[in-house]
């Protein structure tokens, strides 16, 4: 089932006496998940992700604006009745109830005609803990299961009622990075495997991108971008997502475009015809820089950090916004650690360009 | 043997303990030992220190004893009565206050008041409510007999009467501590729980049962076995409602007879005293026993 969000606003009321104005979670947003997709709604902390996913979940009620499950508005529906499902951060198990009860659970509260037999009950349950692999913990207490294990359990709660709309709230922020690898692909198997529409929040956009059909990046409640994650890394709209995607993050110059040439410092480092002469931010990717002798970007040699398949030149320049300058370079290139100076060419696909005012993406 | 029960590392700890050792032994466990004695000591004259022989005389004087057997009835009517509604109304009274915003505080306040009430101004509003006097027939009778009933003498009228007055009273008096213990435990419970019910389609009948009720359940056990243990105590709210001659208003608790038994008019029997207070101890120790067998099954402790 898609969801749509139409012009959603949620806005707190202003607390205390120092703090005037409302606090504006989410700000005018529209967008659409589409049926049987994982999206992942990325953004910083504080950003508007968790009031986001309960707008959604129907725990909060929107300021103003429409939520729409296929062609069904729900925006009055209380949470009860909109028939999805919600992974907490912290998974909010029933601490007093074993993982078979507390399975169990969402579908003891279905009531008239969906009303199930102990039976078929008891079948959804070991269905749902056959699908996240849980079925030899099912008699024992939350307290006693490690965190992985407690989200599984978390998930196959969520999964058991078949929801038409499955939210995730962090769900691998308690898991140590290792689980959090193997988990997250495991939520793409579940979720792929059951086709439920899925909604993943994450400040983490590593774990968005890698898992996600579609992610959404948002900031101060405001959409920034929404796309597959390729294209989003590919073309940011906007320093922020440009920022806020890639690891190690992208490298911002200052420079200014003049007679069709890209100039950060004195190096005129880039053609860039098509665009006025102007102030920019100069972002180039870490994988956007060719170690060359006569290149036309010179920084002075900071160091080199050997990552095993790739290096990473650490270097400085005037024009750099960050302190040092961070390249990646396949390891079969020699690199001079003692040298003074390193000189790089530049990929222009991996440069991207944004207005200084606007901080928006100026293509050319 | 006695140097390696206070080896050096534990001398530490049994400095520490020996202050509290001290007066529990003094004050708690010596008594109780020495009332235990007296229980089988036939006629123990605490003045001059003689008793005539030892058996269960005592028992078997104090259980064919009316006053004793009215006073037992007596007590267990009000653990019975007072011990399930108070708890009861405490929980619906914090559940109200819990789920409203405005005059929270306020109303905790005032629910809280009869706690800090000084036990005289209590029975003096009792007085004013149920006794009937020369001059006036109290606030109850007035109300009464303003909806056409008959009006009834609480304080020294018939037995059904006195003992609602007694459980109206107890309940009172007991609510504000056990509202103020299941206020903070309902906040205690996180709302994340709530929510998961909410998302899971949980009417709220079922959340309270299946969710509220068992994550509060530790501290409700705490108020129903301290409820039983202080309603089987009760004596002095009885002797502030009813005055001293407790046997003759048929309104003797337990304790009561204790009392009497060693400074009542009819008292000075410390021996009939001690074998009464025995068998209060035992009724307590059961009573509390059978409640933590039940709290196994139904109380959750995270």
């Known amino acids: 089932m898609k969801v749509v969000l139409q012009n959603l606003t949620k806005k707190f009321p202003a607390r205390g006496k120092k703090n005037h104005g409302d606090v504006i979670a989410v700000n005018n947003f529209t967008f659409e998940i589409p049926d049987g997709k994982l999206v992942g709604l990325l953004g910083p902390s504080g950003c508007g992700k968790s009031t986001m996913l309960n707008l959604i979940?129907?725990?909060?009620?929107?300021?103003?604006g429409k939520i729409l499950f296929g062609d069904d508005d729900v925006t009055e529906l209380p949470a009860e009745h909109r028939g999805i499902g919600l992974v907490f951060q912290n998974y909010a198990l029933y601490p007093h109830l074993t993982v078979r009860q507390n399975i169990l659970f969402p579908l003891q509260n279905l009531k008239g005609k969906d009303k199930l037999s102990k039976e078929a009950m008891e079948k959804k349950v070991v269905d749902a803990a056959k699908l996240v692999q849980i079925e030899e913990l099912m008699d024992r207490k939350p307290g006693e299961l490690s965190g992985g294990q407690q989200q599984r359990v978390a998930i196959a709660r969520a999964l058991v009622k078949m929801p038409k709309v499955l939210l995730l709230d962090e769900p691998l922020s308690n898991l140590d990075a290792r689980l959090r690898l193997q988990t997250r692909e495991e939520i793409r198997r579940i979720q792929k495997e059951t086709g439920i529409t899925t909604v993943f929040v994450t400040h983490d956009q590593e774990e968005a991108m890698s898992i996600s059909d579609q992610i959404v990046l948002m900031k101060d409640g405001v959409l920034q971008q929404l796309g597959r994650s390729q294209e989003v890394y590919d073309n940011p709209a906007n320093l922020f997502v440009a920022k806020f995607l890639g690891t190690p993050p992208i490298n911002i110059f200052s420079g200014n475009v003049s007679d069709g040439k890209l100039y950060i410092g004195k190096d005129a480092v880039l053609n860039?015809?098509?665009v006025p002469n102007m102030e920019v931010y100069v972002g180039i990717r870490p994988e956007g820089f060719l170690l060359s002798e006569n290149g036309s970007l010179c920084c002075a040699m900071g160091g080199v950090e050997v990552m095993g398949r790739d290096i990473s030149i650490v270097s400085m320049n005037e024009a750099s916004l960050n302190f040092s300058i961070r390249s990646i370079i396949s390891s079969d290139s020699k690199v001079d650690e003692n040298a003074a100076f390193v000189h790089f060419d530049l990929k222009p696909n991996k440069v991207l360009l944004f207005d200084k005012k606007t901080e928006k993406r100026i293509t050319f | 043997m006695f140097k390696k029960f206070f080896k050096n590392?534990?001398?530490?700890?049994w400095l520490y303990l020996l202050p509290a050792i001290i007066f529990l032994g003094i004050f708690m466990v010596y008594p109780l030992i020495d009332v235990f004695v007296y229980s089988f000591e036939e006629g123990y004259n605490s003045a001059s220190q003689t008793y005539f022989g030892t058996g269960t005389y005592n028992y078997s004087y104090i259980l064919h004893d009316?006053?004793?057997?009215q006073a037992v009835k007596n007590t267990f009517i009000l653990v019975i009565i007072t011990v399930p509604l108070s708890t009861g109304i405490a929980l619906l009274i914090s559940l109200g206050l819990t789920s409203i915003q405005r005059f929270r505080s306020l109303l905790q306040t005032i629910y809280f008041l009869p706690y800090v009430t000084n036990t005289l101004a209590v029975g003096l509003v009792f007085m004013i409510l149920f006794k009937k006097t020369a001059y006036s027939d109290g606030l109850i009778n007035m109300l009464l007999s303003l909806f056409g009933g008959d009006t009834v003498d609480f304080i020294e009228g018939p037995y059904w009467a006195k003992m609602f007055v007694l459980c109206f009273y107890t309940v009172w008096v007991v609510l504000p501590f056990k509202i103020l213990i299941l206020?903070?435990?309902?906040?205690?419970?996180?709302?994340?729980?709530?929510?998961?019910?909410?998302?899971?389609?949980?009417?709220k009948f079922r959340t309270f049962i299946r969710i509220t009720l068992p994550m509060i359940?530790?501290?409700?056990?705490?108020?129903?076995?301290?409820?039983?243990?202080?309603?089987?105590?009760?004596y002095s709210d009885v002797v502030a409602l009813f005055g001293t001659d407790l046997n003759a208003a048929e309104m003797n608790t337990i304790v009561g007879y204790v009392y009497d038994m060693l400074y009542g008019d009819s008292g000075g029997y410390p021996s009939y005293a001690s074998a009464a207070a025995?068998?209060?101890?035992?009724?307590v120790l059961t009573i509390t026993c059978i409640n933590l067998l039940v709290s196994k099954k139904n109380v959750h402790y995270s």
């Open chain 2, 183 to 203: 206020t903070s435990a309902l906040s205690s419970v996180n709302p994340v729980y709530y929510n998961a019910a909410r998302v899971d389609g949980t009417s």
């Open chain 2, 9 to 13: 590392s534990n001398l530490k700890s």
């Open chain 1, 272 to 274: 860039t015809s098509g």
């Open chain 2, 278 to 283: 025995i068998l209060l101890f035992a009724i």
């Open chain 1, 57 to 64: 979940s129907g725990l909060l009620k929107p300021t103003s």
């Open chain 2, 217 to 234: 359940s530790p501290m409700i056990f705490y108020l129903i076995i301290t409820g039983f243990i202080g309603a089987f105590k009760a």
């Open chain 2, 66 to 69: 009316p006053y004793f057997l």
